[in-house]
T-cell receptor
Framework: SQQGEEDPQALSIQEGENATMNCSYKTSINNLQWYRQNSGRGLVHLILIRSNEREKHSGRLRVTLDTSKKSSSLLITASRAADTASYFCATDAGLNFNKFYFGSGTKLNVKP | ETGVTQSPTHLIKTRGQQVTLRCSSQSGHNTVSWYQQALGQGPQFIFQYYREEENGRGNFPPRFSGLQFPNYSSELNVNALELDDSALYLC??????????????FGPGTRLTVL
């Protein structure tokens, strides 16, 4: 399966600490996207990183992509209680640009 | 808010019934994808429509079907409902074309319970 898989499955940290989540996938991709989901609601898009990019930033978020290792990481700096959510990476299906695969997510709990 | 809306919010059906879920895409978006998300799992790709034509399908049986209308709103139809169809159904719209990937914007989802 090409499905992206996040690691760890669950992460609990204190407010102010940094949180790092990883995503691994199996076949070549065109891009990888990170999403956040609060309590079974809709997914919120965080960052899209294309296969020819290595790093992207958005506010307190930093995403890296290593295509040689088929992996990506999402770093949230100075976490807040409001960051508590599930985080998913989604990879596209190579030649099929618009078919996306999600992993099972990382559940992040930020304690105040 | 993403500008993508879904209706209804919640739905309860019994096994064997049929259901239609609706999605209104973000203005100007020509592509819509549907996903099924079981409890505790990531979303699973059902299918995608681009300019009213199906453009890719995941590993779902034919009783899952869809439509995209000229105004780019869409429907997901599920026939002969099974207990395992209980899930959160998400639609996502984007500007992506046949050979291009763009950010997907998700709606809040429809929670379907099959009894």
């Amino acid at each position: 399966s090409q499905q992206g898989e996040e690691d760890p499955q669950a992460l609990s940290i204190q407010e102010g600490e940094n949180a790092t989540m990883n995503c691994s996938y199996k076949t070549s991709i065109n891009n990888l996207q990170w999403y956040r989901q609060n309590s079974g609601r809709g997914l919120v898009h965080l960052i899209l990183i294309r296969s020819n990019e290595r790093e992207k930033h958005s506010g307190r978020l930093r995403v890296t992509l290593d295509t040689s290792k088929k992996s990506s990481s999402l770093l949230i700096t100075a976490s807040r209680a409001a960051d508590t959510a599930s985080y998913f990476c989604a990879t596209d299906a190579g030649l099929n640009f618009n078919k996306f695969y999600f992993g099972s997510g990382t559940k992040l709990n930020v304690k105040p | 808010e993403t500008g993508v809306t879904q209706s209804p919010t919640h739905l309860i059906k019994t096994r064997g019934q049929q259901v239609t879920l609706r999605c209104s895409s973000q203005s100007g978006h020509n592509t819509v994808s549907w996903y099924q998300q079981a409890l505790g799992q990531g979303p699973q790709f059902i299918f995608q429509y681009y300019r009213e034509e199906e453009n890719g399908r995941g590993n779902f049986p034919p009783r899952f079907s869809g439509l995209q209308f000229p105004n780019y709103s869409s429907e997901l139809n599920v026939n002969a409902l099974e207990l395992d169809d209980s899930a959160l159904y998400l639609c996502a719209s984007s500007l992506a074309g046949l050979k291009h990937t763009d950010t997907q914007y998700f709606g809040p989802g429809t929670r379907l319970t099959v009894l």
